[in-house]
């Protein structure tokens, strides 16, 4: 994650902005004392030539991630230790990041932890620098989901954050049950295989086969990573280009689709 290797201290906050840029701040404005050698102008001039478009994106989607889970896992009013041990098997099992990323990770979910700015306020700003990019917003949503219910226990406090980070990021109400319901709907196949699509099980086959096409796109792990998502969440993009794969071929079976 090239992005984590150029950090200049307090630049790296002054050029994300906002509340995000806040946690940056705080997550990582001491690592260099070097960060004092810059006035405010001069910050700005080095952030911008220290960081390429794709590594800006790649920041804000990393910070957002984390800014937000830290929220999320906190939003019964404590971090409680069944809460931080699943923060910790995402890093180190879902994403597989390396030691410079891990504890950057954790800077980041630390200072979310202690610092200023609400979930609502995280979620708007990464919608802001993503809103052209549903697939992006989708997996985050995703990702709520699959680090909420990973320690068993999922709550209604929990859900109510993601619903609203969902609507926050303009995602609909059929497509958000449909990403519910692959982690705590239905165990049937076929019903699952339509919410992977989005769809009602009363869907046509054209409907089926347009909605296919469209989300092999959008989700293929080669579109993905042109978006500027970091290297280590690209797992996602697989994963779910499998999931979508695996959909059509249980409705081809059961629809007779050619």
Same mark, same amino acid.
């Given at each position: 994650?090239?992005?984590?290797?150029?950090?200049i201290?307090?630049?790296?906050?002054?050029?994300?902005?906002?509340p995000?840029?806040?946690? =940056?701040?705080?997550?990582?404005? +001491?690592?260099f004392?070097?960060?004092?050698q810059y006035?405010?102008?001069t910050?700005t001039e080095a952030?911008?030539?220290?960081?390429?478009?794709?590594?800006?994106?790649?920041?804000v989607?990393?910070i957002?991630?984390f800014?937000?889970?830290?929220r999320i896992?906190?939003?019964?009013?404590?971090? $409680?230790?069944?809460?931080? =041990?699943?923060? +910790?098997?995402?890093i180190?099992?879902?994403?597989?990041?390396?030691?410079?990323?891990?504890a950057?990770?954790?800077?980041?979910?630390?200072?979310?932890?202690?610092?200023?700015?609400?979930?609502?306020?995280?979620?708007?700003?990464?919608?802001?620098?993503?809103?052209?990019e549903p697939?992006?917003?989708?997996?985050?949503?995703?990702?709520?989901?699959? @680090? =909420?219910?990973?320690?068993?226990?999922?709550?209604?406090?929990?859900? =109510?954050?993601?619903?609203?980070a969902?609507a926050?990021?303009?995602?609909?109400a059929?497509?958000?049950?449909?990403?519910?319901?692959?982690?705590?709907?239905?165990?049937? +196949?076929?019903?699952?295989?339509?919410? @992977?699509?989005?769809?009602?099980?009363?869907?046509s $086959?054209d409907?089926?086969?347009r909605?296919?096409?469209?989300?092999? @796109?959008?989700?293929h792990?080669?579109t993905?990573?042109?978006?500027?998502?970091?290297?280590?969440f690209t797992?996602?993009a697989?994963?779910?280009?499998?999931?979508?794969?695996?959909?059509?071929?249980?409705?081809?079976?059961?629809?007779?689709i050619?």
């Amino acid at each position: 994650m090239g992005w984590i290797g150029k950090l200049i201290g307090g630049a790296i906050g002054l050029g994300l902005g906002g509340p995000l840029g806040l946690i =940056a701040g705080v997550a990582f404005g +001491n690592l260099f004392d070097r960060a004092s050698q810059y006035t405010t102008s001069t910050k700005t001039e080095a952030y911008q030539q220290q960081f390429s478009p794709e590594q800006q994106s790649q920041m804000v989607f990393f910070i957002g991630a984390f800014s937000m889970l830290a929220r999320i896992a906190t939003v019964d009013g404590r971090l $409680v230790p069944e809460e931080q =041990a699943k923060i +910790n098997e995402f890093i180190d099992k879902d994403l597989k990041l390396d030691a410079q990323s891990k504890a950057a990770a954790m800077r980041v979910f630390n200072a979310a932890l202690s610092g200023s700015g609400t979930f609502r306020q995280f979620a708007t700003q990464f919608h802001q620098n993503f809103r052209h990019e549903p697939a992006i917003l989708e997996l985050m949503i995703d990702i709520f989901y699959r @680090v =909420a219910i990973s320690d068993g226990d999922f709550s209604s406090s929990e859900e =109510a954050l993601i619903r609203e980070a969902a609507a926050i990021f303009g995602i609909s109400a059929a497509l958000f049950e449909s990403i519910k319901q692959r982690y705590v709907g239905s165990a049937k +196949n076929s019903v699952q295989a339509y919410a @992977v699509l989005g769809l009602q099980t009363n869907a046509s $086959v054209d409907d089926i086969k347009r909605a296919y096409r469209k989300l092999s @796109v959008e989700f293929h792990p080669d579109t993905i990573a042109s978006k500027g998502l970091p290297e280590e969440f690209t797992v996602f993009a697989t994963e779910k280009f499998r999931e979508i794969q695996q959909a059509y071929d249980t409705l081809k079976k059961e629809r007779t689709i050619k």
